[in-house]
């Protein structure tokens, strides 16, 4: 019952109130992004949605309006280069991926689930449906992004997300929402540079 049909419900309602709490801040967001750069406020990519659909998501604009379009920042030689200034800022809090707020209001995202994949991060997508995190709606946040983000390997981020997926309840949902604010707070495994970065910094895995 909570799966099939609380869940959505309590996303609807969420991202509804979330909206008009967050409608001014995100006003004062889109300033500072104009300001800063050239280029449209909103960064929109097709995703792998639930079932494996397509969908656009949206993000506030992080990175110079030239950045190759469709490539994995981790992917990028020296990503840094692309970021903006107030890029920066709205990764290491996470804050350029408010606009997804609509995206779940739309029913194409849920707050908590697997986070959507590149239409072309075909690895990533098989490993997942091995472990049938296809099959639900991808998420804002999940139990990858409280367990390691960017640290993490394509393998170990398709397997928690089948374990989020296994143990889907009200309980798992509470359990990631709030474990992403500490997350957040510490910056917890973000490493701009994304998959694996990490055992990169540290010598254990080549570059690709």
């Known amino acids: 019952m909570y799966k099939n049909f609380f869940k959505r419900l309590i996303d609807f309602v969420l991202a509804l109130f979330g909206i008009i709490l967050l409608a001014v801040p995100m006003l004062i967001l889109v300033i500072c992004i104009k300001v800063d750069s050239k280029g449209p406020v909103l960064f929109k990519q097709k995703r792998v949605g639930k079932n494996k659909t397509h ?29 903006t200034r107030v890029g920066k800022f709205l990764r290491k809090t996470s804050l350029d991926e408010l606009p997804q707020i609509f995206n779940i ?58 374990e989020y997926v296994s143990k889907l309840s009200f309980a798992m949902d509470l359990k ?25 910094e540290n010598g254990e895995n080549k570059a690709e």
Not at 62 to 81: G, Q
């Open 55 to 83: 969908f656009n998501i949206l993000k506030f604009r992080t990175m110079y309006a030239d950045t190759p379009k469709d490539v994995p920042t981790h992917l990028l030689v020296d990503p840094d280069k692309y970021i």
């Open 105 to 162: 209001l739309l029913g194409s995202m849920s707050i908590v689930g697997p986070r959507p994949a590149l239409w072309n991060q075909f690895d990533l997508i098989a490993l997942r449906d091995q472990n049938s995190a296809n099959d639900v709606r991808p998420g804002l946040t999940g139990l990858a992004q409280i367990s390691g983000r960017d640290e993490l390997e394509l393998e170990e981020k398709a397997r928690l997300d089948g």
């Open 176 to 200: 990631c929402f709030f474990g992403t604010f500490t997350s957040v707070l510490f910056k917890k495994g973000v490493v701009e540079g994304g998959t694996g970065a990490m055992k990169k």
